[in-house]
């Protein structure tokens, strides 16, 4: 049998659960996810294989209007991720009301197969679904939709199959260990990052980017360093906390994560510093590995 290989793309509006989905799909924590808008900023591949074949999946940042430079680059993201897509699965939530202009718009550029996932359905009834399906197949008549819990793992086998039955013939785009395209630095920054998201409100995680500056193999233990970047002093101010308590509970939980993720006892530090407006300025954006 010929061998299969291919990109697919996981695609959708922020908040979809496209991360949680990824993480399904591969059956590994690839990336971070929390009930915020926008966790993801970056295009992460979670590769699976298989003697006969190797999906590539792709987890993006969710869609939206960009308002400033680091929104530019999430964006450029998702579209290069639709270019290269030999298959996309559009995720939606059961409960968005129907307002996906922005991302139908990006799909148009692209002719690859489409599924819609119409995620979430836990939450929801019988009659909701069938309408879902209903608009789906009237608005885009995809190639397949289906009526998912990336959550609860309901589904996914079918989108698997799916994604075989429609990966082209191919030799395989990476070794056939490979897991993802990104460092154990990454992960680990990720891991902080998911932590800022969930334990503090408003801006701060949105003002925040996370730098892993050591990353020392040792035999006993790994020995992380990173720094936490705001925008503000006040910012600093909150992220450190009271006698520095909620920078200790980011560093507890991060730390509880990445114990779990690389199978080591790990020794974090975590330094918090000012870089006015990082979010706007090119250089830095470049410096913290958005293109
Ligand atoms: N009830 C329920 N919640 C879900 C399901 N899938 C995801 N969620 C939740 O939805 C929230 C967002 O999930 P993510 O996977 O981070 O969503 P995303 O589309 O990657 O989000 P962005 O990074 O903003 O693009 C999290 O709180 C998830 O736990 C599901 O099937 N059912």
Redesign the pocket.
Known sequence: MAHQAGFVSII?K???????LMNALVGEKMSI???K????RHRILGIVNDENYQIVFSDT??VIKPHYALHESMMHQVDGSIVDADLILL?TDIYEEYDEADVLKKLERSEAPLAVLI??I??SDEETVKKKVEFWQEKLNPKAIFAI????GHNIKAIMDFVIGNLPEHAPYYEKDALTDRNDRFFASEMIREQVFKQYKKEIPYSTEVIVTAFIEGEKLYRISAEIIVERDSQKNIIIGKNGEMLKIVGTYARRSMEEFFQQKIFLEMFVKVIPDWRTKKNYLKQFGYE
């Open positions: 959708g922020p908040n979809a659960g496209k991360s949680t996810i929390t009930p808008a926008q966790t993801t940042p969710g995720v995620n979430k836990d939450q819990s990336a959550l609860h």
